[in-house]
């Protein structure tokens, strides 16, 4: 792959609001909160989660990667739509993972399922093994280095002509985007900070092409679904 430049919004971004991604940090925020994250989940992102869902291309028989499982409410919804095929998951919180991988395997105990503690910055996959990548709410955790190293890595496991679904938390509402910035400044390891306008821009730099981009609602709480093949 060709040398890539830092998109100009991304660069604009790092220098308005400096943000520096701490792994340790965010993981052991997410190993704290993995038997309560289920919640937020339920108030703020199942909606956004079946909208990626209807748009990510999964059919049965897939191989498929969720880059940040979290408590693994999407990948269960995976599982649900690819149950004879195979079904991987990663997080850079153990707790996190583990949580993911027990309640599938309860809940879903004949599908095919892998959640392990993994950086997504540094994939253990082979070059095109899935045919779609899935990541909800990760990219605003991390610094503008880390995206371009992860997303470098969500192209890289993908097959020529696959799909890359991502949700990011929206940015079109302006009440919203100052709270967010505010209790995000109290919180950067677990809530990080607003990067959804850039993201379109990464993914072009990458040579991914745009499908699907819809807005989507859960009461006060705005996301974006971005869906590119590769």
């Known amino acids: 792959m060709a040398t890539l430049n830092v998109p100009p919004t991304l660069s604009d971004l790092s220098e308005k609001n400096p943000f520096r991604f701490l792994p340790r940090n965010t993981r052991r925020v997410y190993d704290v909160l993995a038997e ?52 991987c998951g990663i997080d850079i919180s153990p707790n996190m993972a583990a949580r993911t991988q027990r309640v599938a395997r309860r809940l879903l105990p004949d599908a095919v399922a892998h959640c392990q503690a993994v950086d997504a910055r540094n994939m253990p996959f082979k070059d095109g093994a899935f045919d ?53 400044s109290l919180a950067p390891a677990f809530l990080g900070r607003q990067v959804e306008s850039s993201i379109p821009e990464v993914m072009d730099s990458y040579d991914f092409r745009l499908e699907h981009d819809q807005q989507v609602r859960q009461g006060c709480y705005p996301s974006r679904v971005v869906v590119a093949r590769r």
């Open 132 to 184: 779609a990548v899935v990541c909800c709410y990760l990219l605003e955790l991390l610094g503008e280095a880390d995206i371009l190293q992860t997303m470098s890595e969500m192209r890289r496991v993908l097959r020529p002509n696959g799909k890359l679904a991502l949700v990011l938390i929206g940015q079109q509402l302006p009440a919203f985007n100052t709270w967010y910035k505010f209790i995000g």
């Open 36 to 87: 309560v994250y289920p919640l937020s989940t339920m108030l703020f992102h199942s909606d956004a989660h079946k909208v990626a869902l209807s748009l990510a291309g999964v059919t049965d028989g897939m191989k498929v990667l969720e880059v940040a499982t979290g408590s693994g409410e999407m990948f269960r919804r995976l599982l649900r739509r690819n149950p004879n095929g195979l079904t």
